[in-house]
């Protein structure tokens, strides 16, 4: 993923605090040899707290993924994340008094990857701890019962699945916004974000003036 300076992350904490925010990515594995990588679709908790400067991610997968044998074999995985994007048409992005037939297309996004290491977590006991974790984060305190095993209703569900704790090593994040376009093409493509109200046109047009105003 290429990263312009002005696309880049201004710190960790504008990373982390959207990724908080966006909790299902796509997990690349290393295939076995010929065979392609596994690209596998899930949602995941991000927490920033345990050891190391960039925290872990917990997930869960089902025992028959066949993603398993590739796993065990290079646990050296990649956890992609791209959301708040929409399509800029190439008028909203004409340079200052160019015709606007003259602006280029492009697309704005946010994107954050994280490189992990595996750790495949098959212990029941430490699988409900990682399911109380994960589901912790996505369902308010009573919607939904404890994970424990042996009990019911979950605990005879646990040799269905195999945890997973990914160790983050490195993150690659981009905010691409328009940063580094004149104040007047970014006024232009917020108008346009604004006034089109497509479906994701309000998330993009949130993250654009967030970066704008603490430029």
């Given at each position: 993923m290429l990263i312009h300076p002005w696309d880049a992350a201004r710190d960790t904490a504008e990373w982390q605090d959207w990724l908080a925010a966006h909790d299902f990515g796509q997990l690349a594995v290393n295939g076995l040899p010929g065979e392609p990588p596994f690209v596998q679709p899930m949602h995941f908790a991000?927490?920033?707290?345990?050891?190391?400067p960039f925290g872990e991610v917990l997930a869960h997968l089902a025992r028959p993924n066949p993603l398993w044998p590739a796993l065990d074999a290079n646990p050296e995985v990649?956890?992609?994340?791209v959301d708040d994007y929409a399509f800029v048409p190439g008028p909203w992005q004409a340079p200052p008094g160019a015709p606007p037939e003259?602006?280029?297309?492009?697309?704005?996004?946010?994107?954050?990857?994280?490189?992990?290491t595996a750790h495949v977590v098959d212990d029941p006991e430490e699988k409900a701890t990682l399911l109380n974790r994960q589901v912790g984060h996505f369902q308010p305190p009573g919607l939904s019962?404890?994970?424990?095993v042996g009990e019911a209703p979950y605990g005879r569900l646990l040799s269905g699945i195999r945890g997973m704790r990914l160790e983050v090593t490195d993150v690659r994040a981009k905010f691409k916004y328009a940063g580094h376009k004149p104040e007047e093409v970014q006024d232009r493509i917020a108008k346009g974000l604004a006034d089109r109200g497509g479906l994701r046109d309000a998330a993009a047009l949130a993250v654009q003036q967030r970066r704008r105003q603490e430029a």
């Open positions: 991000y927490d920033p707290s345990p050891g190391g990649l956890l992609s994340v003259h602006g280029t297309p492009t697309s704005v996004y946010a994107a954050v990857q994280l490189r992990c019962e404890t994970v424990a």
